[in-house]
Structures are given as C-alpha cells and as structure tokens.
C-alpha cells in the first residue's frame, strides 16, 4: 500500500541521547515535511524538503537536523534530546504547493 | 507570520449538524485545507479551498470568504466515528507556501 512509514512508533529516550526518526514514502513526492504535534498547539513545522538534496528551516527547527539524498527518504535527528522535545512527530509529503499533505502515522517521542 | 483560531471544542448529537469556524491572518494567502485527526492517529485530508464559496463533500462541506479571512467546515448528519479532532491549515505565499495549521477543534458526538 502506498504511502508513508515512520520508524519507531514510539521511544523513550533519555536526554542527552542522539535520536534518527525514520521517515519513508514510496509515492515519489518531490516535498517532504516534519512537523511536531503538542496539546494545545497544533502541528508546528519543524523543517521541510521541496526536493530530493535541498532542505528548509520550519517554525521550530533549533535542536533538529535533517537531510534529503534521495526522493524517499528524509530522516529527522535530534542531535541531544532535551525533556521539551517530548512531542508526537509527524512525516508528511505531497506532489506540490496545492496538494493536500499525506501523512504517516507518526513517532511518539518521550525524553526523560 | 500568521494566526489562525479555531474553537477548541464542540460537542453535537448524533444526526445533527455541527459547523466549525476558523479565522486566520495571513500576508500572502493561498489556499485553506481542513483535516480530521482521531485520536492517536495521523491526519487525513478532507477538504481544500482556494476561491471564495462553498464545496461540498458528501456530508462533509467546507466554505471560504478570503474577504474576512474565514472558513468554515460543515458537518452534517453527524456520525459516532466523526468524533475526532478536526484541524484548519493555511497556505501563505509569504511564508513560501508552507502549511500553517490551527490548534484543532475536538469534536465530540453523542447519541
């Protein structure tokens, strides 16, 4: 079935740690998108790719990383995971600029 | 940069109508989205509106007046799955056409 998978589901990370979440689609969308989901905040942008080898900072990028080297793939890093980095991370893509997003089905994150 | 409100909560009854509103301030305005969320899930796509009026969806129905910068998405002949967070997005030319989305409204449907 076509779409996006993330990796993990969830993970309990312990601050200070390195932490890679995973993000593929195999619908061979040019954009890809990270946003972080909190209560009462809505999805906010953390950084985004137009196309495969080209990235962008979001709304709330300080503390992420990111890279695109092929169209599939974009993996989000946290470098040192802080408690406030405790959130729902969601991976989207579309084909272009008014096309709805797809999303996949997210990390739950948990710093401690 | 951009404001977009929306009620955080609504509850209705089962077979009724329930309407949800948004308003934003945006520079460059170019496009609204609305999506459903349930609960522990991803978002789904429901409607798009770029020009001012009504598109209708099945039960689902979402208006736009760019005007007075606001939207509405129309719920009708409610359902118990309906029950899900239900979020507007906007797209601004300003902020190079990314997604910008509201805080959700959870909607509650009981029999």
Do not use: S
């Given at each position: 079935i076509a779409g996006i998978t993330q990796a993990p589901t969830s993970q309990i990370l312990a601050a200070g740690r390195r932490m890679t979440l995973r993000c593929t689609q195999d619908?061979?969308?040019?954009a890809m998108y990270w946003y972080r989901q909190d209560l009462g905040l809505g999805l906010r942008l953390i950084h985004y790719s137009n196309t495969a080898g080209t990235t962008g900072k979001g709304e709330v990028p300080d503390g992420y990383s990111v890279s695109r080297a092929n169209t599939d793939d974009f993996p989000l890093t946290l470098a040192s995971a802080v408690p406030s980095q405790t959130s729902v991370y969601f991976c989207a893509s579309n084909e272009g600029v008014n096309s709805p997003l797809h999303f996949g089905n997210g990390t739950r994150l948990t710093v401690t | 940069g951009q404001n977009i409100d929306q009620p955080t909560e609504m509850t209705a009854t089962e077979g009724a109508i329930v309407q949800i509103n948004c308003t934003y301030q945006t520079s460059g305005f170019n496009g609204l989205f609305w999506y459903q969320q349930h609960a522990g899930e991803a978002p789904t796509f429901l409607s798009y509106n770029v020009l001012d009026g009504l598109e209708e969806k099945g039960r689902f129905s979402s208006f736009l007046s760019r005007s007075k910068g606001y939207s509405y998405l129309l719920l009708k002949e409610?359902?118990?799955?309906?029950s899900a967070s239900y979020l507007c997005a906007v797209r601004d030319r300003s902020a190079g056409n990314k997604l910008t989305f509201g805080g959700g409204t959870r909607v509650l449907v009981k029999p």
């Open positions: 619908m061979r969308h040019n | 409610l359902q118990m799955k309906d």
